[in-house]
Structure formats: C-alpha cells, structure tokens
C-alpha cells in the first residue's frame, strides 16, 4: 500500500528556527495558491505510480493555510488516480495562527481525519522568541477545538533544546499538553540550521544552545512523564496512546513506498529515491512546460540500501528485525554488521532481544539523541 505526501511550501512568516522549503507571505498571493494546487493535481494525474493509497499527509509550509476546497480537490484526485482505501489515514499540519472560525472542521468535512498541531511551546515568551506567530491561548484554542470535534487523532508537536531552555520550560510544556485528550505528541528537538535566523547566532557563537548533557536530561524527563502518562515512546521523537502512531510516518522508518507531489517531495518507490524541485515557481513552471521536475533521482546500491533500512530501524523503539533485513537483501544482519554489533552492544548502544523466533536490535531510549551518530556505524562501510 502506497503512502502519499503533499507538500504546501507556503508559510505566513518564516519561523526564526526554521530550514523547511516555505515561502513567506510576502512571496505568495491566492493566486499563486491556486495555480501551485493546479500544478499538484496535474503532477498526480501524470504520474506513472498507480498503486492504492492508505496514507496521505499534507505537509509543509503550512498546509492549513490552504482552503479546505483546494484540500479536497487534492484528495478527489488522489482518490480518481490511485484509490483511497477505506480507513485511510488523511493528515493534515496545521499552525493555530491560521485556525479562524470553523476551519477545522470544514477540514474534517473535506476529508482530513488527522490533524497535526505545530505548537512548539506553550511558553509566549519563547514564542516569540522564535518567530511564531501564535500565542499559547491560540495554541490550547486549537488543540481544544480539534479535540472537540472528532478527529481520529489530534497530535500535537513540541521543540525544546532552544538557547536558553530549561527544564522548567520543557516541565511546563509537558504538563499543559497532557492537559488535553490528544494521542500523539512529537518531541523535536531544536537543530542549529544554517542559514537560519537563530542557527546562524548559535553557529556564529551569539546564542548558546543547552549542552549534550542537558539535552539528554531533558528528553529522559520528557520520556518519563509521557510514558507515564499512557505514551508509548514509539519514535525518537514521537509518542503516542492507544496505538495512534503516525501511519504515513512509520512508512518512512519502514522502509515502505511512497510519492511526495509538490515543489520539495521525496518520493521511494521501485526502489528508487527522486526529489522535485524546492523552488515553488519553478516546479510550476516546468509542471506547465511539461519539463522535467525532478532535481535528483537515484537508484540506491544494495549496501547503501541496507545501511539506510538500518539507519530507519533504528529510529524506531521496536527496532531492526533479523528476519526482515534477510527477507529484504538476502542477508544475515549479524554476519554483515559483526563488527559494528560487537562495538556498540559492548557499550550499550544497541541492545539485542529474542521475540517469537526472531532476532531483534534496538537503541535503548536514553540513546535515543545520538541517533544519528549510532547510526553512521551502519553507513560507512
Ligand atoms: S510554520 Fe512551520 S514550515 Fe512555516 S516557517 Fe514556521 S516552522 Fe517553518
């Protein structure tokens, strides 16, 4: 079953954290909107793809900046092209600054069943700190109102790790979220990204970022009150109740396919990985000339291929299974990797258990902030 993202490259401001492909207001008018929608429509019904679809996500930018007509125009003609299967998860990202009236649930009548509320904090000053352009009142408004209206899942994104954060921001945070009956909650944590308003005053050394140590305190803290409050820590970043994991997210750290449209989509499928063009105006230009959007495309070499399954396993707290990775390459995951597994099992990266007659690896949730670099083990080879 295919997974399907729309990417919606327009924000009102940009964030001062903020590295995504989006343009601010001053780069777009309704106009451009509906020719951009055009253009995705036009990129789906060209497509060569045709399995179903059980997944769509529409992400950003700020998708609800969209108008619930253009979000159901999308999702006809996904539907008129691949087929949407019954129970499908439909997500949507949405910032509290755009939430007037009843948006949300013209949303929901439009076809949105999942919502996705980008809240970052519930602490204004931080807020403001980091360009958003919603209030904490905003933010719980959204949240309550979403809750009340029957979406199949309500999540809620939180950062911490900001200059200047402390624990008492993050403790704060966690105890107004839990205040809501939402069953996804995604904890990022604040990356320095170049070219960005604050990740360029923390690289050039004018802001200080909370050091590892007190990174890795804050997430324990986080994980402990959040399991303990019915969460399972699912993802390094995400935690969710009664089994309302992400479903077009947990495609990606499975390995399975799917097909981004829009200026920016990453699409996996064939085995093969290809990305559109980041510009918006370009991507529609070329989707109107009938010009090639794509700005790479790759077929990845079976070793890098393994390494990436590995690298995507082990996002996830169920781990990489043995079986799995064979039924997939061909191999025994012990025997390719020895080296690597005898390493990190021996200081406590990576741990090994036996369930029903499978072999599973997993990091240990208090390694979970240095990912990446476990993961590295498994790419350079
Ligand atoms: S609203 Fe989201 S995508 Fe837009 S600038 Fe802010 S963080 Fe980036």
New binding site residues.
Partial sequence: MLGIYVHVPF?MR??FY?A?D?LPKTKWNENFIEEYINCVCCEIERTSYTKSVDTIFFG???PSILSPKQIERIISKIDDKFGIMLNSEISMEC?PFTVKGNLLSDFKNAGINRISI?GQSFDDSLLKKIGRLHSSFELSKTIEIACSLGFDSVGVDLIFGFPNYTKDILSSDIDKVLKFPIEHISLYMFMAEEGTLLGDKCINGDLEIPNDDLLVEQMEYAHGQLVKNGFCHYEISNFAKNNKFCRHNLKYWNFEEYLGFGSSACSFVNGERFKNISDPFQYCKNIVNSENIQEYTEKLPLKNSEGEFVMLKLRLASGLSCSEFYKIFGEDFEKVYFKELKFLIQNGFIEKKAINNDIFFYIPYNFFSIQSEIAKYFIIL
């Fill in positions: 924000c940009k964030c903020c995504f989006s950003g930018g700020t910032n980008g």
